[in-house]
């Protein structure tokens, strides 16, 4: 006797055409379903607050302004720029329409960019969301015109920085991350070179090494920091900044500089947080610098926090691996 099997439903004939000629309209839209504004019985796992959500890496051209020069006239720069925007949500929602905050930041895209466009469209989708929480962030590789040493020439030296918003329990700050990449010469090394010399006469070099340090920055008070600012404090603290346009002349020009300038990844940090320190514009930071050992077959890493904004016990695995000159 043949068992017998339950009865399937017949799948119904759908039609597979695409209907370009559809329009939705209010109505319709009002009755598509958003698991997402769902009742909070949908909600899987914990039920927890969570206090980033949203996406990243959404790109499009944003418009900056370049720091005037001693005739006061600035220029406009177009660049691709990577956006991440998040809000915080209650441990009672389900979750958010993420395209809203896209949307948001794309009502304010056609601005010329400054701190205060992009405090707006935090304000926008915090609103739109309802967010008690809100964060965007922009990154984005700034070209500067950089000089040669001794030759005359120039090429342009890119800087990538980002731009953040945070707004975290009623308190806003606004923050900028910035890489300055550089040579680093071993200070021991470079002793260790001159006493083979002096007490042997062998030929030594000392070693040195392509470098770089992340700066984070509260920015505070009513005077911008244009990004032409953060590079000189920079070069001020370390100069020895990489070079784009080389000749001869500028190599050698390298190689005195670097030997003017012997350093350690502790004295770099400490270099640049007395920078940081002596600009009124500039409230808590930190510095994390690497010296991608030439000598070594690992790095050598250093941090350095000054206020509460970074402090913290714990550091992510990849915040010196991150680092890459």
């Known amino acids: 006797m043949t068992e017998a099997r339950p009865m399937v439903p017949a799948y119904p004939a759908l039609i597979r055409d695409y209907d370009s000629q559809f329009r939705a309209d209010e109505s319709y839209r009002a009755g598509l379903p958003d698991l997402q504004n769902g009742p909070a019985s949908l909600i899987v796992g914990a039920r927890a607050p ?17 720091r005037p020069d001693s005739s006061h006239r600035g220029g406009e720069i177009a660049l691709e720029t990577s956006v991440t925007g998040t809000v915080s949500l209650d441990a009672d929602r389900k979750g958010i329409n993420m395209s809203r905050i896209m949307r948001s930041f794309y009502a304010h895209s056609d601005h010329l960019f400054s701190l205060k466009v992009l405090e707006a469209a935090l304000d926008d989708y915090k609103a739109d969301l309802d967010a008690f929480d809100a964060r ?14 001794r030759s005359g020439l120039s090429g342009w030296q890119y800087y990538d920085i980002a731009q953040e918003v945070v707004e975290h329990r009623g308190d806003r700050l606004r923050i900028v991350h910035f890489d300055y990449v550089y040579s680093s010469t071993c200070p021991c090394s470079l002793e260790l070179s001159e006493h083979a010399r002096e007490t042997r006469s062998r030929l030594a070099t000392p070693h040195s090494q392509r470098s770089v340090a992340r700066i984070s920055a509260v920015m505070k008070g009513p005077d911008k920091i244009w990004f032409e600012d953060l590079v000189e404090l920079c070069r001020r603290a370390v100069p020895t900044e990489t070079q784009v346009m080389v000749k001869r002349e500028d190599e050698q020009a390298f190689a005195e500089l670097n030997a003017s300038n012997p350093i350690f990844v502790e004295d770099a940090v ?17 510095v994390i610098a690497s010296h991608q050992e030439s000598l070594h077959s690992h790095d050598a890493v250093s941090l350095l926090v000054d206020g509460p904004t970074f402090a913290q016990a714990s550091l992510d695995p990849m915040t010196f691996a991150g680092l890459r000159a």
């Open 50 to 66: 969570i206090q980033h959500v949203g996406i990243s890496n959404f790109r499009l051209p944003i418009r900056y302004q370049t």
């Open 136 to 149: 965007i962030q922009m990154r984005f590789s700034y070209p500067i015109r950089v000089d040669s040493l």
């Open 270 to 286: 400490r270099a640049f947080a007395h920078e940081l320190q002596a600009d009124p514009r500039i409230g808590d930071f930190r």
